[in-house]
């Protein structure tokens, strides 16, 4: 591959991406996850120069990939000259400065691509101080190897040069602000705990979108609700969430949450960071996996979805299967084999609205028992409550005789107390 830059890529970082096959891994498996990690640096804002697979049954302790074979990369590299090494694992603070002091250049791992993706799309305070605090869990066991231009200045005891201090300053000062950040973040959950109470106590059902990252989950919240959410086409373009309101078919009404996607290989510490949002996947009563039908490596995606959810602990909700993207070829294709496997799946493509109705009339049925079924006998001049149940509930039967109406509804628990006075008891 030719590294050198045209005009217009002059400006982007250039990358040398490296994969380890270790024990157990197929060399198929690994070039898909490099793939996505050549995705996940042009998102970032990069460009791939080059791309080193390597071997080894188990990580090597001081280098991860060995030392013989760092030799040849660094030989690589100094004949190409890249800004920046990415492994697509992750590595140890004593591996990745072992690995610079070698290499003699940037080396990042995947999960620092990833925070630095999710540094770069926050918008809100709330995704800002969640990436702040993953970014700062990540940075502190790794202060050592950014100082290691003073470590000669460092003695015993008594002849501490300003290396250590400069060390020991700086990872108090992460503790100190990582500790403003966990209460700030504390607050976050307790204003979206309050938010949700208030949506339960009007009675709404709560979904949530979750999926793979780039499977669609935006264009689908903006194709099911008239929503305005950018949708592009690339990794974790939505962190911040964004809910929405849907009225469905029956005259439900539910709330619809859009999260951020899931990944391969998702860092653990980020998980952890996005707790406040990703509450909104374990509080909800239904949940909407959005499929990427026309991805080849449809399969692992959705058990990295799947995982992930596990991990959260929503990994027993109910779950509509959204087949997105059958406007392409693939998806086409695998829709109809996806279906046949996945309970309650319906094929849809979100950018041209094929199949939206079908998926609203799975939603209708998932939440139908949050619905009770009523015969009503309702003065006539009541006509506010009607109006209520023919624009909240999902009229079955209507009938005027006289001064009385007879009707037959599903209604939303939210709407018993005003009906029941007038309940048909006979």
Same mark, same amino acid.
């Given at each position: 591959?030719d590294?050198?830059?045209?005009?217009?890529?002059?400006? #982007?970082?250039?990358?040398?991406?490296?994969?380890?096959?270790?024990?157990g891994?197929?060399?198929?498996?690994?070039?898909?996850t490099?793939?996505?990690?050549a995705?996940?640096?042009?998102?970032?804002?990069?460009?791939?120069?080059?791309q080193?697979i390597?071997r080894?049954d188990?990580?090597h302790?001081?280098h991860f990939i060995g030392?013989?074979?760092?030799?040849?990369?660094a030989?690589?590299? #100094?004949?190409h000259q890249?800004?920046t090494v990415?492994?697509?694992?992750?590595?140890?603070?004593a591996q990745?400065r072992?690995?610079?002091?070698?290499?003699?250049t940037?080396?990042?791992d995947r999960t620092?691509?990833i925070?630095?993706?999710f540094?770069?799309?926050?918008?809100?305070r709330?995704?800002c101080?969640?990436?702040?605090w993953?970014?700062?869990d990540?940075?502190?066991?790794?202060l050592?190897?950014?100082?290691?231009?003073?470590?000669?200045?460092?003695?015993g005891?008594?002849?501490h040069g300003?290396?250590?201090?400069?060390?020991?300053?700086?990872?108090?000062?992460?503790e100190?602000?990582?500790?403003?950040?966990?209460?700030?973040?504390? #607050?976050?959950?307790?204003?979206?705990?309050?938010?949700r109470?208030?949506r339960?106590?009007?009675?709404?059902?709560l979904?949530s979108l979750v999926?793979?990252?780039n499977?669609?989950k935006?264009?689908? !919240?903006?194709?099911?609700?008239g929503?305005? =959410?950018k949708a592009?086409?690339?990794?974790?373009?939505? !962190?911040?969430?964004?809910t929405?309101?849907?009225?469905?078919?029956d005259?439900?009404?539910?709330?619809?949450?859009?999260?951020?996607?899931?990944?391969?290989k998702?860092?653990?510490?980020?998980v952890e960071?996005?707790?406040?949002?990703?509450?909104?996947?374990?509080?909800?009563?239904l949940?909407?996996?959005? *499929?990427?039908?026309?991805?080849?490596q449809?399969?692992?995606?959705?058990?990295? *979805?799947?995982?992930?959810?596990?991990?959260?602990?929503?990994?027993?909700k109910? =779950?509509?299967h959204a087949?997105n993207?059958i406007?392409?070829?693939?998806g086409r294709t695998t829709?109809p084999r996806?279906?046949?496997?996945?309970?309650?799946a319906?094929?849809?493509s979100a950018?041209n609205g094929?199949?939206?109705v079908?998926?609203?009339d799975?939603?209708s049925?998932?939440?139908?028992h949050?619905? #009770?079924?009523?015969?009503?006998r309702?003065p006539?001049?009541?006509?506010?409550l009607?109006?209520?149940l023919q624009?909240?509930?999902?009229?079955?039967?209507?009938?005027?005789e006289?001064?009385?109406?007879?009707?037959?509804a599903?209604?939303?628990a939210?709407?018993?107390?005003q009906v029941?006075?007038?309940l048909?008891?006979?």
């Amino acid at each position: 591959m030719d590294p050198s830059p045209s005009k217009s890529e002059r400006w #982007q970082e250039s990358a040398l991406l490296v994969g380890v096959q270790q024990r157990g891994q197929t060399r198929a498996d690994l070039e898909e996850t490099l793939e996505e990690l050549a995705q996940l640096t042009a998102t970032a804002g990069g460009r791939v120069v080059g791309q080193i697979i390597c071997r080894a049954d188990v990580p090597h302790p001081g280098h991860f990939i060995g030392s013989g074979k760092a030799a040849e990369i660094a030989e690589w590299i #100094q004949e190409h000259q890249p800004d920046t090494v990415i492994f697509d694992d992750d590595l140890s603070p004593a591996q990745g400065r072992n690995l610079e002091q070698m290499l003699k250049t940037k080396v990042i791992d995947r999960t620092q691509m990833i925070l630095d993706i999710f540094a770069q799309h926050a918008r809100t305070r709330e995704g800002c101080l969640q990436i702040e605090w993953a970014q700062l869990d990540y940075l502190l066991p790794r202060l050592r190897r950014m100082w290691t231009h003073l470590e000669r200045q460092r003695g015993g005891i008594g002849m501490h040069g300003p290396g250590e201090s400069q060390l020991e300053t700086d990872r108090r000062r992460i503790e100190e602000r990582m500790a403003r950040l966990r209460k700030e973040l504390a #607050q976050v959950r307790r204003h979206r705990e309050e938010l949700r109470r208030g949506r339960r106590r009007h009675g709404w059902a709560l979904a949530s979108l979750v999926g793979y990252t780039n499977a669609g989950k935006s264009t689908l !919240l903006n194709a099911l609700t008239g929503a305005h =959410v950018k949708a592009y086409d690339q990794l974790f373009a939505t !962190l911040d969430p964004t809910t929405r309101q849907i009225d469905l078919p029956d005259n439900q009404s539910m709330l619809l949450t859009d999260t951020v996607g899931f990944i391969r290989k998702l860092p653990h510490g980020l998980v952890e960071s996005f707790k406040a949002t990703l509450e909104e996947v374990v509080e909800a009563d239904l949940l909407i996996h959005v *499929v990427d039908a026309a991805h080849p490596q449809v399969e692992k995606q959705i058990q990295a *979805v799947n995982d992930v959810l596990e991990e959260i602990g929503a990994a027993g909700k109910p =779950v509509v299967h959204a087949l997105n993207k059958i406007d392409c070829a693939a998806g086409r294709t695998t829709a109809p084999r996806l279906a046949r496997r996945l309970p309650h799946a319906v094929a849809c493509s979100a950018r041209n609205g094929t199949g939206l109705v079908d998926v609203l009339d799975e939603l209708s049925d998932r939440l139908r028992h949050r619905t #009770q079924r009523v015969q009503l006998r309702i003065p006539v001049k009541e006509g506010k409550l009607i109006a209520t149940l023919q624009g909240n509930a999902n009229v079955l039967r209507e009938k005027y005789e006289d001064d009385m109406a007879w009707i037959e509804a599903d209604i939303p628990a939210r709407l018993a107390g005003q009906v029941a006075p007038y309940l048909d008891k006979k």
